[in-house]
T-cell receptor, first 113, second 113 residues
Framework: KAGVTQTPRYLIKTRGQQVTLSCSPI?????VSWYQQTPGQGLQFLFE???????NKGNFPGRFSGRQFSNSRSEMNVSTLELGDSALYLC????????????FGQGTRLTVV | AQSVTQPDIHITVSEGASLELRCNYS??????LFWYVQSPGQGLQLLLK??????LVQGIKGFEAEFKRSQSSFNLRKPSVHWSDAAEYFC???????????FGRGTSLIVHP
């Protein structure tokens, strides 16, 4: 079956703009998590959604938000972009909250100029 | 809170040589432990995981890892490295409850022909 799909793969935005990233989980997976990966900070957890509700949240400012739809697809939004938001954003899906094995998408490379 | 340390930022080995990547974790109880691999521009792929039971875990691509509670370690090994193993390797720990993995900073594996 198809893996985790993230769109777009690459994105260039200007400081101050906002951006929306999309993630389609593996069919049947209901938990979707988002991670930010940068050379300086490594992989950092942003948030996790399950049944259209945010269940866990990392230590990021309120400019970072997300949502999940009834078909488990998820979007992540970053408002008022800063140069430091340039990163690879990874989405991971799991069968459920208590499952531990996460499957990752290829990521969206966001560059803020 | 749990944490993961990967002491080696880069490791260089010759093709055909054996490999050991180190991982130390900090967590009060028995954690869930993972090794992921990331090729350039790609997402993360799960190599293997440890939840309980046999402390020597076999994974994909010929990798194995050993959980040593007394040393709080979960080192990844491969008896003979192939050039295609060149990638970034991440150790991760997840605690019960949230099951959100915390990642180490990664070890970059370079394979010389």
């Amino acid at each position: 079956k198809a893996g985790v799909t993230q769109t777009p793969r690459y994105l260039i935005k200007t400081r101050g703009q906002q951006v929306t990233l999309s993630c389609s989980p593996i069919s049947g997976h209901r938990s979707v998590s988002w991670y930010q990966q940068t050379p300086g900070q490594g992989l950092q957890f942003l948030f996790e959604y399950f049944s259209e509700t945010q269940r866990n949240k990392g230590n990021f400012p309120g400019r970072f938000s997300g949502r999940q739809f009834s078909n488990s697809r998820s979007e992540m939004n970053v408002s008022t972009l800063e140069l430091g938001d340039s990163a690879l954003y990874l989405c991971a899906s799991k069968t459920g909250l208590s499952h531990t094995e996460a499957f990752f998408g290829q990521g969206t490379r966001l560059t803020v100029v | 809170a749990q944490s993961v340390t990967q002491p080696d930022i880069h490791i260089t080995v010759s093709e055909g040589a054996s490999l050991e990547l180190r991982c130390n974790y900090s967590y009060g109880a028995t954690p869930y432990l993972f090794w992921y691999v990331q090729s350039p521009g790609q997402g993360l792929q799960l190599l293997l995981k440890y939840f309980s039971g046999d402390t020597l875990v076999q994974g994909i691509k010929g990798f194995e890892a050993e959980f040593k509670r007394s040393q709080s370690s979960f080192n990844l090994r491969k008896p003979s490295v192939h050039w295609s193993d060149a990638a970034e390797y991440f150790c991760a720990v997840a605690a019960g409850g949230s099951y959100i993995p915390t990642f180490g900073r990664g070890t970059s594996l370079i394979v010389h022909p």
